[in-house]
């Protein structure tokens, strides 16, 4: 069998990598795209991106959603691994993963972007998912009603600030300098806002609480006064977003790629760094603006010169250059408002898109075996109701589904055996009417759905790819109980759902329950939960972040 190699690697998945992969699969490259978590990097956590051109009031998760599906279909391959070691030198560049595992390919485009920073003033770590927070569109819904601080003064602070006012009761950003440090126009967005108050020249001495964040002492930089914050009997809490800037995630390349002091890669105006065949593109370079519009410009840029480079060495080294993934056609320009219409157009009352419901059943196609959604309906219960709606619908999309709607209380053998605690409910059976241990409580719209969707396709067929030694670890599970706390409008939950419903659908003695952590406030209350995705393992443990499906093995294995 013939070694595997891609004319181009890239490492990490934000919108300089996705416009590089655009770019070179237009241009025939066998291209592959390698990201260890989710999709989007940066721009997937900002909520408003009013800058980028063409888009008014875009948001990052969709322009990334519509960028990912753009790169596919000019045929570039998307692989979830953690590159932990790179091999640049020699003509075939080497990327090796923490299994050992190798990629290979000729040219390669560094894209792996920033990390946000921490501040480290006292209690910023301890309390992490208990107040304080670092994705507004996770988590400004938890905090709905309650005061609101924003630390920093830069654009994502500003741009934040003015996201969560949807939520708090009011937003307090606090500034170390004088004055903001983005643009003007940005920065008169939180400036004029009514529900917004500025303090500059302030920082966070420390914070503390009882269980969640409950005080915050702040110090003036310039007089050494301090003031401070304690949260309502009422409110018992208030919420702090960290935007303190970011660090370039450029660890698998040092000491080959020459770094300048700060981590960043410095290249020419082609991308190139010191090593042939390698580029840089994205907000790990050095550069003056680090925005989503200069990163899909270096991506770009990236790839058409790795397309030069590649044809080049091809032609030295004699390798025949062949056509792998031809691009699919476009839609003429006349033809996209018609698409866009369609995108959008719904039967009155339904919870579908028409276009959803033709890409929903396309994937349900797939499915090989019976799956069924078991509805406990409360009819005194609105959002049972809603639910039901919701299920009805979903069951429609393939003969495969079936639907079994039982109401609450009429068959409690049947409630024990799906484990139900809580309501709206929502279970999956396999095709042997066994309970898979995935369950929903809320109403799994928004980005739930796709977890739907991945459960559905894991239990209806022979689901996702698993790595055989993973798969071995998930069977030798003994019995596990995972609750998920998601909010509606979180991009990073989705895939710890799906990973721990994954691990359940492999096992049936794991249960995985997707949370809706709105509609249950007790167990928000219960367990200190103030920010999402958040892992409740048998009861007891809770895990804030987001994770994947190893990690999540290895805290189920502790």
């Given at each position: 069998?013939?070694?595997?190699?891609?004319?181009?690697?890239?490492?990490?998945?934000?919108?300089?990598?996705?416009?590089?992969?655009?770019?070179?699969?237009?241009?025939?490259?066998?291209?592959?795209?390698?990201?260890?978590?989710?999709?989007?990097?940066?721009?997937?956590?900002?909520?408003?991106?009013?800058?980028?051109?063409?888009?008014?009031?875009?948001?990052?998760?969709?322009?990334?959603?519509?960028?990912?599906?753009?790169?596919?279909?000019?045929?570039?391959?998307?692989?979830?691994?953690?590159?932990?070691?790179?091999?640049?030198?020699?003509?075939?560049?080497?990327?090796?993963?923490?299994?050992?595992?190798?990629?290979k390919a000729y040219s390669v485009i560094v894209a792996t972007g920033t990390s946000r920073n921490k501040i480290g003033f006292p209690g910023e770590v301890e309390f992490t998912g208990r107040g304080i927070a670092y994705c507004s569109?996770?988590?400004?819904?938890?905090?709905?009603?309650?005061?609101?601080?924003?630390?920093?003064?830069?654009?994502?602070?500003?741009?934040?600030?003015?996201?969560?006012?949807?939520?708090?009761?009011?937003?307090?950003?606090?500034?170390?300098?004088?004055?903001?440090?983005?643009?003007?126009?940005?920065?008169?967005?939180?400036?004029?806002?009514?529900?917004?108050?500025?303090?500059?020249?302030?920082?966070?001495?420390?914070?503390?609480?009882?269980?969640?964040?409950?005080?915050?002492?702040?110090?003036?930089?310039?007089?050494?006064?301090?003031?401070?914050?304690?949260?309502?009997?009422?409110?018992?809490?208030?919420?702090?977003?960290?935007?303190?800037?970011?660090?370039?995630?450029?660890?698998?390349v040092k000491g080959q790629v020459d770094l300048d002091s700060r981590g960043n890669v410095p290249t020419n105006d082609n991308m190139e760094t010191n090593l042939p065949g390698v580029y840089a593109a994205g907000d790990l370079r050095?550069?003056?603006?680090?925005?989503?519009?200069?990163?899909?410009?270096?991506?770009?840029?990236?790839?058409?010169?790795?397309?030069?480079?590649?044809?080049?060495?091809?032609?030295?080294?004699?390798?025949?250059?062949?056509?792998?993934?031809?691009?699919?056609?476009?839609?003429?320009?006349?033809?996209?408002?018609?698409?866009?219409?369609?995108?959008?157009?719904?039967?009155?009352?339904?919870?579908?898109?028409?276009?959803?419901?033709?890409?929903?059943?396309?994937?349900?196609?797939?499915?090989?075996?019976?799956?069924?959604?078991?509805?406990?309906?409360?009819?005194?219960?609105?959002?049972?109701?809603?639910?039901?709606?919701?299920?009805?619908?979903?069951?429609?999309?393939?003969?495969?589904?079936?639907?079994?709607?039982?109401?609450?209380?009429?068959?409690?053998?049947?409630?024990?055996?799906?484990?139900?605690?809580?309501?709206?409910?929502?279970?999956?059976?396999?095709?042997?009417?066994?309970?898979?241990?995935?369950?929903?409580?809320?109403?799994?719209?928004?980005?739930?759905?796709?977890?739907?969707?991945?459960?559905?396709?894991?239990?209806?067929?022979?689901?996702?790819?698993?790595?055989?030694?993973?798969?071995?670890?998930?069977?030798?599970?003994?019995?596990?109980?995972?609750?998920?706390?998601?909010?509606?409008?979180?991009?990073?939950?989705?895939?710890?759902?799906?990973?721990?419903?994954?691990?359940?659908?492999?096992?049936?003695?794991?249960?995985?329950?997707?949370?809706?952590?709105?509609?249950?406030?007790?167990?928000?209350?219960?367990?200190?939960?103030?920010?999402?995705?958040?892992?409740?393992?048998?009861?007891?443990?809770?895990?804030?972040?987001?994770?994947?499906i190893e990690e999540i093995l290895a805290e189920l294995e502790n």
């Amino acid at each position: 069998m013939t070694e595997k190699i891609y004319d181009l690697a890239i490492i990490g998945a934000g919108a300089a990598a996705l416009s590089a992969g655009i770019y070179a699969g237009r241009s025939m490259l066998d291209t592959v795209i390698i990201e260890k978590g989710r999709i989007g990097g940066q721009t997937v956590t900002t909520s408003m991106i009013a800058n980028y051109p063409g888009i008014k009031d875009g948001n990052g998760p969709e322009i990334i959603e519509e960028m990912r599906e753009q790169a596919a279909s000019f045929g570039c391959e998307f692989v979830t691994k953690e590159i932990i070691e790179t091999k640049l030198s020699e003509n075939v560049k080497i990327l090796v993963d923490k299994n050992g595992q190798e990629i290979k390919a000729y040219s390669v485009i560094v894209a792996t972007g920033t990390s946000r920073n921490k501040i480290g003033f006292p209690g910023e770590v301890e309390f992490t998912g208990r107040g304080i927070a670092y994705c507004s569109t996770c988590d400004g819904e938890l905090f709905t009603g309650m005061d609101v601080f924003v630390l920093g003064g830069g654009f994502a602070a500003a741009e934040e600030s003015v996201y969560l006012t949807r939520y708090a009761k009011r937003v307090h950003m606090i500034i170390r300098e004088p004055d903001f440090t983005c643009a003007p126009a940005t920065a008169n967005l939180a400036k004029e806002h009514p529900n917004i108050d500025i303090t500059y020249n302030t920082e966070v001495k420390e914070i503390s609480g009882d269980g969640v964040l409950q005080k915050a002492v702040f110090v003036n930089n310039e007089t050494g006064e301090e003031t401070s914050f304690e949260a309502s009997e009422e409110d018992g809490s208030f919420g702090m977003f960290v935007f303190a800037g970011s660090s370039p995630n450029t660890t698998i390349v040092k000491g080959q790629v020459d770094l300048d002091s700060r981590g960043n890669v410095p290249t020419n105006d082609n991308m190139e760094t010191n090593l042939p065949g390698v580029y840089a593109a994205g907000d790990l370079r050095v550069k003056e603006l680090r925005q989503i519009v200069t990163a899909t410009a270096d991506g770009a840029i990236a790839a058409t010169k790795a397309q030069q480079y590649v044809e080049k060495l091809k032609e030295e080294l004699g390798i025949e250059v062949k056509v792998i993934a031809k691009p699919k056609e476009t839609k003429k320009a006349e033809e996209k408002p018609a698409k866009k219409e369609a995108s959008t157009q719904t039967t009155p009352g339904t919870w579908f898109p028409d276009a959803m419901k033709e890409q929903l059943k396309g994937i349900f196609a797939k499915l090989t075996k019976q799956v069924t959604l078991l509805h406990i309906l409360d009819v005194d219960n609105p959002k049972s109701v809603e639910l039901a709606s919701f299920v009805k619908e979903f069951s429609e999309l393939s003969d495969k589904l079936t639907l079994r709607s039982v109401v609450f209380g009429s068959d409690t053998a049947l409630e024990e055996k799906i484990q139900l605690t809580r309501m709206p409910s929502v279970a999956l059976l396999d095709s042997d009417d066994t309970f898979t241990g995935i369950k929903f409580s809320g109403i799994p719209s928004g980005h739930e759905l796709n977890s739907l969707v991945l459960a559905v396709y894991n239990v209806g067929s022979e689901g996702q790819e698993i790595d055989p030694g993973i798969k071995d670890r998930i069977q030798k599970l003994k019995t596990n109980k995972i609750e998920i706390c998601v909010s509606l409008t979180c991009h990073l939950c989705p895939d710890v759902v799906a990973a721990c419903q994954r691990i359940a659908s492999v096992n049936h003695n794991v249960t995985a329950e997707m949370i809706d952590t709105s509609l249950f406030p007790e167990l928000k209350k219960e367990k200190k939960i103030m920010s999402v995705p958040a892992m409740i393992i048998n009861d007891e443990k809770v895990i804030f972040g987001s994770k994947n499906i190893e990690e999540i093995l290895a805290e189920l294995e502790n």
